[in-house]
């Protein structure tokens, strides 16, 4: 498996890092991408990529809660650190905590995508209470091989599908697929597994039965299984095609 969406150099870990990582391992994850979020946190996220090579890659980017009236320079300073990403990201869109800067939101998310086409690279987009500024901004500066992943998605089908007429994007599902959501479940039974791939958002958003308690990569089977009674078939048949959209997408890898 592949945890395409985890804050591993969060300070939730810093007591036991090493034995998340051992328990991720032990379930069957064998890589994982860890999303920026900005400068305060970019040397966590280099020490975890440093001390976990072959585990976790990197992605660079600006977190679209951390955009406010500096964000030029926190472009700057996540643009000079893209070497060695496999991603941009996590970038996006939240009009949930706040409207406050969502006219630099949009700016920023624009410039980002830019750098995904210069660089060819996936995106790894956030996007809560802002579907139709993401879908304005995506279809603005759609390019031919634009792709990645629209990370936790929370919005529609309809909204999924309009995102996919722009570029490729996949379903980053996480823990709130285990949450008594219907709405969600629906969502995912209109796609095939060849659109979606798994993420824990860990430290947050633990699956069932870990709900409310720190999350972690090791849980992504809890995800894997929900997902699997979800669409009728065998656990093994949604590890291994979202495993394999994830390598195609991150490291090129095709079947
Ligand atoms: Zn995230």
Redesign the pocket.
């Given at each position: 498996m592949i945890d395409t969406?985890v804050?591993l150099y969060d300070q939730a870990f810093d007591t036991d890092r090493d034995l998340v990582v051992e328990r991720a391992k032990n379930t069957g994850v064998r890589h994982c991408i860890l999303?920026a979020i900005d400068k305060s946190s970019f040397r966590a996220q280099q020490e975890c990529l440093a001390r976990y090579p072959w585990f976790c890659h990197k992605a660079s980017g600006l977190h679209p809660t951390s955009v406010n009236t500096d964000f030029r320079k926190e472009l700057d300073f996540a643009y000079s650190n893209l070497e060695g990403a496999v991603a941009i990201g996590?970038v996006g869109l939240d009009g949930y905590w706040s409207r406050e800067f969502m006219e630099e939101q949009i700016l920023a998310l624009e410039e980002q995508v830019q750098w995904a086409r210069e660089k060819d690279l996936p995106l790894i987009i956030?996007s809560r209470s802002s579907f139709p500024e993401l879908l304005s901004t995506l279809k603005k500066c759609r390019y031919p091989g634009m792709r990645g992943i629209l990370?936790a998605w929370s919005g529609s089908a309809e909204v999924f599908r309009e995102a996919n007429r722009y570029g490729h994007f996949l379903m980053g599902i996480g823990g709130v697929i285990t949450y008594s959501n219907a709405r969600l479940a629906g969502v995912v039974q209109e796609f095939d597994l060849a659109q979606i791939v798994l993420e824990t958002?860990a430290p947050w958003l633990s699956p069932v039965p870990f709900r409310g308690k720190r999350n972690e990569s090791a849980y992504l089977k809890y995800i894997a299984e929900k997902l699997a009674q979800l669409k009728d078939v065998s656990a093994e048949k949604v590890v291994g095609q979202t495993t394999q959209n994830a390598l195609s997408l991150f490291f090129g890898v095709k079947k």
């Open positions: 969406h804050h999303p996590e956030h990370h958002d």
